[in-house]
């Protein structure tokens, strides 16, 4: 998973807080994802984000969840008043853009809430 | 939303033995990719399949993009304990989206 880069590892937060993950993607990469994981599950699509857009936040819930991808910097997953639900681990994916290119993941974030 | 079913869900077997996992769907699918995801880790590719009946090779893991470019296989010929892991489809909808399947936990006793 060489070159998508996650961070925290791991973030601990209290029912209430907020909690900001962030992710450097591959070095050419324009384009972002999100996705959250629950134990023993797959993965499920939350936002898809180029620079400085949001493409496709359908995923995400309308509430608390934020996303960003600015134009320098990481992106930024952002979810306020947390509650134990969140509890997941949350990977980022880049990819160069174009149709059917493949995409990289990240370590993830594991979130913990308690 | 476009769903891709794997089977089987979990899967233990001896080193040494065979196995096929299979991922379907009622769509049609661009691109079909397979990650393979370990504990604490992020789903790392191992193949990306574009053209209906396509097979590619991976050292023991043979690929298959089915005819139609709804379905794919993955085989494995005598596995090893490295081989342990989570096993994920994932189909290209030709735009830049990509819809997970449901994994297949693969476990390889020594």
């Known amino acids: 998973n060489a070159g998508v880069m996650q961070n925290p590892r791991h973030l601990v937060r209290r029912r209430g807080q907020e909690a900001r993950l962030r992710c450097s993607p591959m070095?050419?990469?324009?384009?972002v994802y999100w996705y959250r994981q629950l134990p023993e599950e797959g993965l499920k699509f939350m936002v898809y984000?180029?620079?400085?857009?949001?493409?496709?936040e359908s995923g995400m819930p309308k509430e608390r969840f934020s996303a960003e991808f600015p134009k320098e910097g990481p992106s930024i997953l952002r979810i306020q008043q947390v509650v134990r639900g969140d509890s997941a681990a949350y990977f980022c994916a880049s990819a160069q853009g174009q149709a059917n290119q493949p995409q990289h993941f990240g370590d993830g974030t594991r979130l913990s809430i308690l | 939303t476009q769903l891709l079913e794997q089977s089987p869900q979990f899967l233990s077997i001896q080193e040494g033995e065979n196995l096929t996992v299979y991922c379907n769907s009622s769509?049609?699918?661009?691109?079909l990719q397979w990650y393979r995801q370990e504990p604490g880790e992020g789903p790392v590719l191992l193949v990306t399949?574009?053209?209906?009946?396509e097979v590619k090779k991976l050292k023991r893991l043979t690929f298959q993009f089915g005819d139609a470019r709804k379905d794919s296989s993955l085989h494995i010929t005598a596995a090893q304990p490295g081989d342990t892991g989570l096993y994920l489809c994932a189909g290209g909808d030709g735009a830049n989206n990509l819809f997970f399947g449901t994994g297949t936990r693969l476990t390889v006793i020594p």
């Open positions: 399949v574009v053209t209906g009946g």
């Open positions: 769509s049609v699918f661009s691109s």
């Open positions: 984000l180029q620079k400085e857009n949001i493409i496709d």
């Open positions: 070095k050419g990469h324009s384009h």
